[in-house]
């Protein structure tokens, strides 16, 4: 089994429950979301979040304005929608469901 492969394949399937639980409390620019995730160590780069940003806006579960910067160009800060508040939910029962099942079988 190719470490690497498995923990890259692990991550990118909760990234997008990921950057829903960020944007859960407020709204956020890209940059804040790549520091957050940064702060929990789950180290992603641009090339990955901008299109996963893409693809949540393109579905739906997220909406963005632009903000003035105090420090430079307007940024685009992103937010859930409802749609993306339901998604999250969903994410959240599973994700715990699935965590259970995981602690079952390590305890076992």
Request: with cysteine; glycine share 6%.
């Amino acid at each position: 089994m190719n470490k690497e492969n498995a923990n890259s394949q692990m991550r990118k399937g909760m990234l997008e429950y990921c950057v829903l639980l960020i944007l859960k409390g407020r709204s956020s620019y890209a940059n804040d979301i790549i520091n957050k995730m940064k702060d929990a160590d789950l180290i992603v780069v641009e090339g990955t979040l901008y299109p996963l940003l893409t693809r949540l806006k393109k579905d739906g579960l997220l909406s963005y304005e632009w903000q003035e910067s105090t420090q430079g160009p307007p940024r685009k800060y992103y937010n859930l929608t409802e749609s993306g508040k339901e998604a999250l939910a969903d994410m959240e029962q599973t994700w715990d469901a699935l965590v259970r099942t995981i602690h079952t079988l390590k305890n076992n």
